[in-house]
Each structure stands twice: as C-alpha cells, then as structure tokens.
C-alpha cells in the first residue's frame, strides 16, 4: 500500500488531487463509522437480581475483592447477607426483628456496615475475619425512645465522629455521637450522644453526608402549606430541602445553620464527591454542593445515581431512557444507549469499574443492568477499534507524503 501511495504521488502534480481527493474520503468515512458506533459499549443485561442469591435488590454496598453486603427481597422474604472473596455467603440479619424496616446501610472508612435494626441501636458489622463480626451499639439519652434514619461519618483527627438523622416520633432530628474509634475494642469508649436538634414539623429529613471540618448536609422534603393558593391546604405539596449543619463532637447538640428550599421533584442520592463536594441528585434537576457550602444547579434530572471509581458520577433515567449522563469533572455527558433502558433502576452501585443499576422489567422481575466504564474508548469497542483504524491508517498516509516531499527536495538540490 506505502509502495502504490508512493508512487502515486510521484507522478505529475496534475494527479496530485487524486490522492488528496482519495484522502479526503478516507477522512469522511471513517468519520460516518465512527459517529455509527457512538453508543455507549460495554453494556450487559440479565434477567436475575443477584446471581448468588437471586431477588429483587433493596439495598447494596461492595467493597473489596468484589465482596458485598446486600439486602435482596427473596421469594421466601428479606434476606441480608454478605459474600466474602472466597464465595462464601453469611446471612446477617437472621436475629433482627424486621429487615424491611432497615431505612439504611451505611459503609464507613475501614469497610464495615452501620445499620439500624431497631429503636435506639446500632449494629456495626465488620468482615474482616471469614465469619462478620457484630457490635451493637446501645443508644440511650434520658430515657428517649427513637429510630436511626441514616448515618454519615466523618474523620476527626485520629477518631470518627458520626450524626445521625433520627425520628423522634413527632418530627425527624439531627443527633450526633463520637469520637469513634478506629478498631472493635475502643469503638465508643468514650463517645457521647447529643441531645436531639429538632426540625421544624414541616421538614422531614432522610439522607445525610459529611461535607468535612465539621460540615455537614442533609436533605429531605418539606411542607409549604402557604407555598401556592392552587394548592388545597389539606394536601399541600412537598417540595425538596437541603440543610447545612455544624457539629463537630459532643455532648453540643447539632446546629441546623440554614435551609434551602427547591421547587420541584425529590432528591434521591446524596453522593460524596473525590475533592469532598457533594451532588445531590433529584428526579427533576441535581445540586452541587461545594465545601463552602455554595450550591450549583445541575441541570441533570435520574432515578438513581452512583460514583464510580473514577470519579464520575452516573445518573440513570426512568425506563426506557435512550441514554445515561455521565458527569465528570463538573461537566454533565450523555451516553447514547444502543437500546433504550429495559429496567425501571431502583438500586445502583459500583465494582471494580462495573456499575450495576438493579430494578424490575415489565413483568415485575428482579433484573440486572450493568456497564462496563473502562469499554468506551477502549480498542475493544467498535468506536475505539475504528479509532485506532483511523488513526494508524491517517499516519500511514501522511508518512508517505512527507517522505515523498522530503526525498523531491533532496532530488532537486
């Protein structure tokens, strides 16, 4: 092929366009092919939940060595397990009183799950030895009875501390609890629960992370009964909250220092960012929270949304969706989907570069939807092999074309 380029443009520059002409195609071409192949690869579809323990996934954290604490709803009910590396399967939740009343499984810094499997406790579940070791962490204060809705830790120093969102029964509070220590023998030796900050009745808190250096964000909905007059005040409409909150140890209660109130949809995710910002994701629009507290309109609406270990955020559409958002860097990309979204996502996660979303198809059942992040761009993919094709064939081309030029003007010297 060098030897027929070569001698092509060796003949009279009349036949020169020929070759320019022929390259030029060879541009558009490629150019057609590579915009052909611009769906998102590395896309995986199943029609089972887990394969290890198939059922529809309420609730999933993985951890190392593609290791995972899961709560599936099995056809014989709940079930909570772990998988170790070697493939072993622990149940879990055997002893608690309702697994469906689980509101959350936090994954703190050494890999271990916080849960709350009734009023005024704590289990810390640790999987470092083949068989998970529990913690239970009583919670008293006064004789007050209340739920854990949701944990977020935060590191202080040479200890944790944590703040809870709780239900105190007539509104949802804020409680912290700390210092924690960092292994099974001195994890609260010390540690003071706050007393309850409560929330006005109208604000119903439900997810809370840790924005750093004593900073913190939770987020929930709230009542405007005077929102609008279309509104009948029997049902007034809910509308999504962001509040900031300062707290660093105790026995200080937690201070909500200000709320910020959206006008539609709901917030679903609440992800912890590489640099510490956050990005609460709603079904309407997504809010960057950076760690001075100021917030961004995202204009990103999802379902479900998960951090990839990249460091990109992946935020999937309702059923039927034609492609998935990507957001790097600040900087929201969409993905084209080669079919449209078969699942309605409820559950999404990370492993080793995979994320998985888990939802239900049409029929009701449990269904996996998984993407590879490494494929696109990759040779392995058809965008990427035709990438490489381009590339190689364009440097053939060219080096033929400057080696004719600079062996013409070594001719005529």
Known sequence: MAKGWRGLLEEESEHQWLAMGGFLVFILLGAVLIQGTSSLPGVDYRTEGLSEMDGRVLDIAFGD???????????????????NEKGDVNDLGAEYPDLLELSFMTQLHDGSVALSPQNNTLDIINFEEDIPQHTEINLEFQGQDFDVLDLAEQKAGDSYRWLMIT???????????????????????????TAATVSP????????????????????????????????????PKHPVIGFISWTNGPTSPMLTFTEELDNGEIHSL???????????????????????????VDVASVSAVLDDKGSVWFFGSKGSTSVIRFSEGIPETMPLAQPLPLTVEVSSVSSDIV????????GEPVTYSIDTLASGSIESGRGFLNLMFVAASTVVMGVMFWTAFKRMQENQ
């Open 65 to 83: 060595s593609d290791t995972y604490t899961a709560m599936v709803l099995a056809d014989q009910g709940p079930i909570l397990y772990h998988q």
């Open 271 to 297: 992800i912890r960012l590489d640099n510490g910002s956050l990005l609460a994701a709603g079904t309407e629009s997504s809010i960057h929270i950076a760690k001075d507290g100021t917030t961004t309109t």
């Open 167 to 193: 239900d105190e029964g007539q509104s949802s509070s804020l409680r912290g609890f700390g210092p924690i220590g960092t292994s099974s023998q001195d994890l609260t030796t010390g540690a003071t629960l």
């Open 356 to 363: 998985y979303a888990y939802g239900l198809n049409d029929a």
């Open 201 to 236: 009745n109208i604000i119903s808190w439900e997810m809370i992370e840790s924005l750093g250096n004593g900073d913190w964000v939770a987020v929930g909905s709230m009542v405007n009964p005077f929102d609008s007059k279309d509104d009948s005040p029997a049902t007034p």
